[in-house]
T-cell receptor
Framework: NAGVTQTPKFQVLKTGQSMTLQCAQD?????MYWYRQDPGMGLRLIYY???????DKGEVPNGYNVSRLNKREFSLRLESAAPSQTSVYFC??????????FGSGTRLTVV | GENVEQHPSTLSVQEGDSAVIKCTYS??????FPWYKQELGKGPQLIID?????GEKKDQRIAVTLNKTAKHFSLHITETQPEDSAVYFC???????????FGKGTKLTVNP
């Protein structure tokens, strides 16, 4: 039982490049989330998906897009990366009003 | 929207002592309050949670208390061990939704 799997684990991008962060869960959870973690800022919600086919903005959505491909997969896309998007990105999933299960994170550096 | 404040930002204790981390929230409609432990290089892991219809919950050396009137909740770790060293995050549900708002974290160091 893998839980929540994120790929890649590390990535370095040049300013203006694009990339997609992948997330998959095997727990049959309906809800999935993308957070970013910056020093001293805690975890801030970028986007979330309450069910397949639905997505909604969180606290810091600018510069990001998401796709809920199916119940298992929820991807995060950076269309034109900026240094301010240097961060650690976590995907999570949950049953409704339950605790989150987090992935191990993607450490992204934009130079 | 919901706002969660967490204190202290750093906490250092001797092995065997107790540690207490406190959080306050702003939205009286919040009804779910989990705590997460994050070890270096890993994702946060749920360690205990409490719902608004309960005042206290305990799991071995870890306990959480909730005061709905004052809108604050606390994590208590007794008989601390070096492996308790990590960053701890509190969170509160955004109203009755499944979205969580996190505190900024507490770095706990347990000295042998």
């Amino acid at each position: 039982n893998a839980g929540v799997t994120q790929t890649p684990k590390f990535q370095v991008l040049k300013t203006g490049q694009s990339m997609t962060l992948q997330c998959a869960q095997d727990m049959n959870h309906n809800s999935m989330y993308w957070y970013r973690q910056d020093p001293g800022m805690g975890l801030r919600l970028i986007y979330y998906s309450a069910s397949e086919g639905t997505t909604d903005k969180g606290e810091v959505p600018n510069g990001y897009n998401v796709s809920r491909l199916n119940k298992r997969e929820f991807s995060l896309r950076l269309e034109s990366a900026a240094p301010s998007q240097t961060s650690v990105y976590f995907c999570a999933s949950s049953v409704r009003t339950g605790g989150y299960t987090f992935g191990s994170g993607t450490r992204l550096t934009v130079v | 929207g919901e706002n969660v404040e967490q204190h202290p930002s750093t906490l250092s204790v001797q092995e065997g002592d107790s540690a207490v981390i406190k959080c306050t929230y702003s939205d009286s409609a919040s009804n779910y309050f989990p705590w997460y432990k994050q070890e270096l290089g890993k994702g946060p892991q749920l360690i205990i949670d409490i719902r608004s219809n309960v005042g206290e919950k305990k799991d071995q050396r870890i306990a959480v208390t909730l005061n709905k009137t004052a809108k604050h909740f606390s994590l208590h770790i007794t008989e601390t061990q070096p492996e308790d060293s990590a960053v701890y995050f509190c969170a509160a549900s955004q109203g009755g939704s499944e979205k969580l708002v996190f505190g900024k974290g507490t770095k706990l160091t347990v000295n042998p």
